[in-house]
Every structure is written in structure tokens, then in C-alpha cells.
């Protein structure tokens, strides 16, 4: 029989952009309060669980989740640039009005990125599959690093709602 990783796979507390609805993708955004409480509320429940390592992304909201959780457990966070979210290219760091208005701009790319979806490659970003691809890779590599342990990545929503689909 194989070895296999236990995974517990967090998503990164809410952000201050979060809740006005601004893209991030690999740009950064702190937590707010309630983001702060939900790493808190996650670091009291993985007190009581045992795990070897706890990885997280490289972009400050996960440090700040991992951080946390790290205090309470006394597990060291280890960063990986490969749990960071989709890069949304010319889209970052935009409000999804904002995203709309540009259409002046860049309305080949935006009729793109809604009539093609999750395979278009946003200019300087990434497509959703690229994102997906990353995870998957990401994560199997972790998995056969770590085998036979269990596991605390802390990441970004959309790169784990891709991953879970593609493994479930």
C-alpha cells in the first residue's frame, strides 16, 4: 500500500478588499477584523489536531492566516509562491465595475475573459486552467514530500474550488 497526506486545506481569512469586492489575484490586501477572527477561530481548532508542516502562499494574507495559526500550534509556516491565487493580470487590483468600465480599453480581452472563461489567459495574468494545472502540480509535490503526514496548506479560494474540483 502507499503512503498517503492527510490535507487540511485552509483559505486565507477575509481581506479589506474582500469586502469591496476589488480583484487581488497576486496583489495583497490585509485582513480585517473578521479575517483576523477567522484565523484565530481556525488556530484555536487546529490546536487540537496533530500536523507536521503548515505551508501557506507567499502573499501577505496567507502569512497573516499562517502566522496565526502558527502562534497557536507552534508549527513553523513554511511560504510556497506556487499556493499563490490566479494572477489577473490587467484586471488586478480592480473593482468588478471597475473591470466593466475598462471595456474601452481592453474590450477584446474582457469579452474574452467572460464569453471564454476559465481556459481564457488574462493579458500579464493567467487563465484558470494554468491556475488549476499549478495547484494540482503544487500540491502532488507536497503530497510525495510529505507522505505519510498530515498536512496544513493555507492558500486562496479559487485556487482550492479549482483544485477540489479536478480531485472530486
Not at 514530500?145 to 486562496?156: A, E, F, G, L, M
Request: with cysteine; glycine share 10%.
Amino acid at each position: 500500500m502507499s503512503a498517503v497526506m492527510n490535507l487540511i486545506a485552509i483559505r486565507h481569512g477575509e481581506t479589506e478588499w474582500n469586502v469591496i469586492g476589488r480583484e487581488m489575484g497576486q496583489l495583497d490586501s490585509p485582513l480585517t477584523k473578521r479575517g483576523l477572527d477567522q484565523a484565530e477561530a481556525i488556530a484555536r481548532r487546529l490546536k487540537d489536531e496533530t500536523f507536521e508542516v503548515l505551508y501557506c502562499s507567499d502573499l501577505g494574507r496567507a502569512i497573516q492566516t499562517a502566522d496565526i495559526i502558527a502562534a497557536a500550534t507552534g508549527v513553523e509556516a513554511k511560504t510556497h509562491v506556487g499556493l499563490r491565487g490566479r494572477h489577473m493580470g490587467i484586471f488586478q487590483g480592480l473593482t468588478k465595475q471597475e473591470i466593466k468600465e475598462i471595456t474601452e480599453k481592453f474590450p477584446v480581452e474582457y469579452s474574452d475573459y467572460r464569453r471564454i472563461g476559465h481556459t481564457y489567459q488574462i493579458p500579464d495574468g493567467e487563465s484558470g486552467q494554468q491556475r488549476l494545472e499549478r495547484s494540482v502540480r503544487v500540491l502532488s509535490e507536497i503530497g510525495q514530500t510529505h507522505s505519510d503526514q498530515t498536512v496544513v496548506v493555507i492558500t486562496h479560494g479559487g485556487y482550492l474550488m479549482g483544485f477540489f474540483e479536478h480531485v472530486l
